[in-house]
Every structure is written in structure tokens, then in C-alpha cells.
């Protein structure tokens, strides 16, 4: 009884400390490049839990005026943003469906569109969060982040 007891919190520690390390890894911006209103960003080790995943865009969107010239919005910037996976890294865009960096030399240019992130802003003006089929809205006031209700997508 005592050693399932031990391999069954072993498991346990196991899983918590995968999810904290997953968490907390440092996201790695491989690529950010705008076209029109819309810019793309490309990353590794992003976050696994959503919220850990907004802490991360709230923190670091300053960073993509500094370092990869996409202006804040309230300067002309776009807003809508959209976050890939870097995954297998740069490939030619082939028949799967990949998206093409402009600022890359083609042929390998492209990354598979594995979503992580869009970033948006609704018709009040909210600052929305699209992580899988659910969408956070962050209030203009408070700048707090809740789930929306009723716009998740699983939902009858």
C-alpha cells in the first residue's frame, strides 16, 4: 500500500513540476512580421495554460515595436495579431497549409499555421484573447481578463 502510495505522489510531483516547467520556459519570438492590419509572430516554448499564455502577450507586446519595428496600435500598428508555432521550423510552403514570411528568403519560408494565440479587438473596443475555442475579453477599465461567456465555440 505505502509504495502505490509513493509511485502515485511520484506520478503526481511529476506532473506539477512538467506543467510549472512548461510554464514558465522563456518564450522565444523566432520572427514577427506585418502585413497590412495583421501581424504574425512566430515563437517557441510558448506557455501551455491560457492564462500563463496572456500574462505573456501583456508583458511582452512592447516588445515588438522595439525589436521587430511593428508599431503599437494607438501608433498606427496593427490589431489583430496572430501567434504561430515555430515547431519543425522554416519549411517551402509545399501543399500543407503553411504561412509564408515576407521578410524571410523563400523557398523555406513558411511555418505550419499551428495556432497558439490570436490577439484581437472586439466592436467595444475589448482587447480579445482567441486560445483554442475560448475567448477572454480584457476590460478597458480595470484591464482585468475573464472568460467570455457564451462566445466559446464548443458550446450549444
Known amino acids: 500500500m505505502k509504495k502505490r502510495l509513493f509511485i502515485m505522489f511520484s506520478i503526481t510531483v511529476g506532473i506539477c513540476a512538467a506543467y510549472v516547467w512548461l510554464n514558465h520556459r522563456d518564450v522565444r519570438i523566432i520572427n514577427a512580421v506585418r502585413d497590412s492590419s495583421v501581424a504574425v509572430i512566430v515563437v517557441e516554448n510558448f506557455p501551455i495554460s491560457d492564462s500563463a499564455r496572456i500574462k505573456w502577450w501583456l508583458t511582452n507586446k512592447a516588445l515588438l515595436s522595439d525589436k521587430f519595428n511593428i508599431p503599437a496600435e494607438e501608433k498606427g500598428g496593427p490589431d489583430h495579431f496572430v501567434i504561430y508555432d515555430f515547431g519543425d521550423g522554416y519549411r517551402e510552403e509545399g501543399s500543407r ?9 523563400s523557398p523555406v519560408n513558411c511555418v505550419d499555421k499551428n495556432t497558439l494565440m490570436v490577439v484581437d479587438r472586439n466592436r467595444k473596443g475589448e482587447r ?29
Open 128 to 156: 480579445s484573447f482567441l486560445i483554442g475555442n475560448t475567448v477572454y475579453l480584457q476590460n478597458n477599465k480595470d484591464k482585468s481578463v475573464v472568460r467570455s461567456k457564451g462566445e466559446n465555440k464548443n458550446e450549444n
Open 97 to 105: 497549409d503553411r504561412y509564408c514570411l515576407s521578410n524571410v528568403p
